[in-house]
């Protein structure tokens, strides 16, 4: 069996997870823990290593926003390493995705002393003084799916290679637009986040330096915050404005949903949907032709690797240096990861979903 076909057939095993954890389907997520009361504004580091309650690992997960589908799938994999080795997940955070409002959690984590903190960051500048005590008082951080500046983390794990997503983004959306031709709109979340930005970078520098690409233009980038709201009204602009519009590329799972959404309900419309996506979601958007091709990674896996590298961390099993391997037999085939410059370490390749095999998967 190829490593490729390995991998499927974890992530089928693994979705069941998300099922269980986040409801029939992903679009209705499991409600998340409450939101601790904020810490002082400038909290006290702590010389000791801290010691999480009964002398388990307490790892405190912040997203860039609760009650989104994306972090509680990720989630569902963090518990099942939690369950692994014995320890506890936490997940709070701020409702909305905004440049400082992660800055609280952060705080409050360190008053409790938790073993590691895992981090998606809204701003990846923003919050760097708040990680730096957390760092300082022996907390280790782990950034996951939108990296904290350099320096701010011991480690961080990306979902999947930024310039390969940038390259496929290209790829989707001239595959999408009637002989690879017409304006490209891009529907983003939070216009701080890292990876976003990462990826469109790539996607727009990959239709820029492409021959294949010529006749795609790009007209606009806009930002819906992943608040579904949001990201229906900001569809339903480019809509309005760009009436020669091919293609709306949204590199989000909220973004892509509520631009199918929109694009479904507008009579007449011919514009196609691509980007990144949960398969329960999108199902019905590639049957009908709105969204024939999309992709995205494990989720769940991407919470599993956060939560196994942050015990490693924990034990000294690792210290985040580049070049240093470690191995996870459920993940990567069984065959070692290591990290690379910048401490980053990353899950694995995205999968590409259309009406081939976006029906083979649950979550």
Do not use: H
């Not at 080795?85 to 984590?109: E, M, N």
């Not at 032709?289 to 992709?295: H, L, R």
């Amino acid at each position: 069996m190829s490593d490729t076909k390995r991998r499927i057939l974890a992530l089928v095993s693994v979705a069941g997870l998300v099922v269980a954890g986040c409801g029939s389907t992903a679009a209705t997520p499991t409600p998340a823990a409450a939101t601790p009361t904020p810490a002082a504004a400038t909290p006290t580091p702590v010389a000791s290593t801290p010691t999480p309650a009964a002398g388990g690992l307490a790892v405190t997960f912040i997203p860039k926003q609760v009650n989104n589908p994306y972090f509680d799938a990720a989630k569902t994999g963090a518990d099942k390493a939690a369950t692994e080795l014995g320890g506890t997940v936490t997940q709070v955070g701020p409702s909305t995705a905004a440049a400082d409002a992660q800055i609280p959690f952060i705080q409050d984590a360190t008053t409790q002393k938790v073993s590691a903190i895992a981090i998606s960051a809204d701003d990846p500048d923003a919050i760097v003084p708040a990680l730096t005590a957390a760092k300082a008082a022996g907390i280790k951080i782990v950034g996951y799916d939108s990296s904290p500046a350099k320096g701010a983390y011991d480690v961080f794990v990306n979902q999947v290679d930024f310039s390969g997503v940038g390259v496929l983004l290209a790829d989707w959306a001239c595959e999408e637009a009637p002989n690879c031709t017409g304006d490209v709109a891009i529907l983003s979340a939070a216009a701080t986040a890292t990876n976003q930005n990462a990826w469109i970078a790539l996607m727009t520098s990959t239709m820029a330096s492409g021959a294949k690409y010529a006749n795609l233009k790009l007209v606009a980038t806009v930002y819906g915050n992943d608040d579904p709201q949001e990201s229906t009204t900001q569809a339903q602009g480019l809509l309005t404005k760009y009436p020669d519009l091919k293609v709306i590329v949204a590199p989000t799972t909220v973004g892509i949903l509520a631009a199918a959404q929109v694009v479904k309900q507008t009579t007449g419309s011919t514009v196609k949907v691509t980007g990144l996506g949960f398969p329960n979601d999108m199902k019905p958007f590639v049957a009908d032709g709105t969204a024939p091709v999309f992709g995205l990674w494990s989720v769940p896996d991407l919470g599993y690797l956060t939560y196994q590298i942050a015990a490693m961390l924990v034990k000294g099993t690792i210290t985040g240096a580049p070049g240093e391997t470690f191995t996870l037999p459920s993940l990567n085939g069984g065959k070692p990861y290591t990290i690379g410059a910048d401490s980053v370490v990353i899950l694995g390749p995205a999968f590409r979903f259309d009406k081939t095999n976006v029906n083979d998967f649950n979550f």
